[in-house]
């Protein structure tokens, strides 16, 4: 009986010592993460492939370079999160596809980025290359490369492209929320071209040539596959997510296309809103809008109009989306890294064109929130954690920005792969092992194709 006395209450409190260890060791690994997640944020080029910022203030004006009431964007939010570049989408609403003046509107905002980098030099830099990038992470200023969302802003002239090169832009969304001249949109019932039209090839065929990316966001699945069979360089999608998690939903994009636009060395930026990323939160949503449309048409209103936003405010306030929370997106990431590889992932966040954000993921300080994702007590995240921060400088990215160096011929159509001889200067060792990959690609095609 004694021995039973003794050894029974010993067990019990070596196994209450045990879960006691096991609880400060778990404490004590999450720190270490946690610690781990902001080196690697102000050690690493962080790169932010789609946020809204210009079209934000082209609303309503803040100043960014200091804190904001309002939006996901501003410098001591960006600071914080560790954020390196962020690419300023150059967003052109649908309706300039009908009453002109896109070209404009793309001028307006380009300019508009350009006057908030050189009104805070010590704080932003504009950057249209490789070596810009490089340059400003190494000075520790915010990066503001530019990419146009929608097409439309070229205007139906090819002319347009080098244009809009010229002037900075480095990947252009073929399209937004309506059908247009080059392809066709997921959001429009009606497609047009079943496809890119014979405009849209040229127009690839052109940003080939230019360096500039094409970006698949936004498209219908028939004018994905029209891109991959006419683009000669790797292709983007600058902020879409896994259509597995939003089932039927055409503006994510499907597991055989994540496939095929990674066996063209393709990188698809994961976009952290709700409704990209839980299908439920998606499918209220869609009911919302379905509503506000109703209500719209019927007040004869657009969606830009002062009195439609008024309304739309309003309607959100009183019908909130559900919340979402960060693992989500890690579940997005993970999904494109088990059927693609962690080469082909990176983030488009759509941070200040998404109302909806996750718990956890809501604006540009919270990039190195990515310890939150242990305490799920899910270990595949601890496993990846390393794996996302080292991909969010997406050397695909930081290469396809700047197309022009030579090496096989001036206007080699897989020049922008080289430029990615510039990241050498970063000591990362996954981003130089991989650029090694795709300079031997590059060189591999580029001595089939010679110049062109
Ligand atoms: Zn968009």
């Given at each position: 009986m004694n021995y039973y006395k003794c050894i029974v209450p010993l067990l019990i409190s070596l196994l209450f010592y045990g879960c006691i260890k096991t609880a400060d060791e778990e404490q004590k690994s999450n720190e270490n993460l946690k610690m781990k997640a902001k080196e690697l944020a102000i050690n690493f080029v962080i790169i932010d492939t789609h946020i809204d910022l210009p079209y934000r203030l082209e609303e309503k004006w803040e100043d960014v370079s200091g804190k904001t009431e309002e939006g996901h964007f501003d410098y001591p939010r960006a600071i914080?999160?560790?954020?390196?570049?962020?690419?300023?989408?150059?967003?052109?609403?649908?309706?300039?596809?009908?009453?002109?003046?896109?070209?404009?509107?793309?001028?307006?905002?380009?300019?508009?980025?350009?006057?908030?980098?050189?009104d805070s030099p010590d704080k932003f830099s504009m950057a249209y290359s490789v070596a810009d990038v490089t340059a400003n992470f190494k000075k520790g200023v915010i990066s503001f490369p530019m990419g146009m969302e929608n097409g439309t802003g070229i205007e139906g002239d090819l002319k347009n492209l080098e244009y809009f090169y010229d002037k900075g832009i480095r990947y252009i969304t073929l399209c937004h929320s309506k059908n247009n001249r080059i392809c066709d949109s997921s959001y429009d019932d009606d497609p047009k071209w079943n496809g890119l039209s014979p405009f849209?090839?040229?127009?690839?065929?052109?940003?080939?040539?230019?360096?500039?990316?094409?970006?698949?966001?936004?498209?219908?699945d028939s004018s994905f596959y029209d891109v991959i069979d006419n683009s000669l360089a790797p292709v983007i999608a600058s902020h879409s997510s896994c259509r597995f998690f939003t089932p039927g939903w055409q503006r994510n994009m499907p597991d055989d296309m994540i496939k095929t636009f990674a066996e063209h060395n393709?990188?698809?930026?994961?976009?952290?809103?709700?409704?990209?990323?839980?299908?439920?939160?998606?499918?209220?949503?869609?009911k919302t809008?379905?509503?506000?449309?109703?209500?719209?048409?019927?007040?004869?209103?657009?969606?830009?109009?002062?009195?439609?936003?008024?309304?739309?405010?309003?309607?959100?306030?009183?019908?909130p989306s559900p919340k979402t929370y960060v693992s989500e997106v890690a579940d997005h990431i993970d999904h494109v890294v088990k059927l693609a590889g962690i080469d082909n992932v990176g983030f488009g966040s759509d941070f200040d064109g998404v109302r909806n954000v996750p718990e956890g993921l809501s604006d540009v300080s919270m990039y190195p929130a990515?310890?939150?994702?242990?305490?799920?007590?899910?270990?595949?995240f601890r496993a990846g954690l390393c794996g996302v921060f080292r991909h969010m400088g997406t050397a695909h990215i930081l290469v396809a920005t700047q197309p022009t160096i030579n090496?096989?011929?001036?206007?080699?159509?897989?020049?922008?792969?080289?430029?990615?001889?510039?990241?050498?200067?970063?000591?990362?060792?996954?981003?130089?092992?991989?650029?090694?990959?795709?300079?031997?690609?590059?060189?591999?095609?580029?001595?089939?194709?010679?110049?062109?």
């Open positions: 914080q999160g560790g954020l390196d570049a962020a690419f300023m989408s150059i967003y052109i609403p649908a309706k300039y596809e009908e009453i002109g003046g896109g070209k404009e509107m793309a001028d307006k905002l380009i300019k508009l980025v350009e006057g908030i980098a050189k849209g090839i040229e127009v690839v065929k052109e940003m080939n040539r230019l360096g500039i990316m094409v970006d698949v966001s936004h498209i219908t393709g990188v698809i930026m994961i976009n952290f809103g709700s409704s990209f990323i839980n299908g439920k939160v998606r499918e209220i949503n869609s809008w379905d509503e506000i449309d109703h209500w719209l048409v019927e007040h004869n209103l657009s969606f830009s109009d002062s009195e439609a936003k008024e309304y739309i405010d309003k309607y959100f306030a009183e019908h990515w310890h939150i994702l242990v305490d799920s007590g899910d270990a595949k090496g096989c011929g001036t206007r080699c159509l897989l020049c922008p792969l080289r430029t990615v001889y510039r990241l050498s200067d970063i000591t990362w060792e996954h981003t130089v092992l991989h650029s090694r990959l795709v300079l031997a690609d590059a060189a591999g095609r580029c001595s089939v194709r010679g110049s062109a």
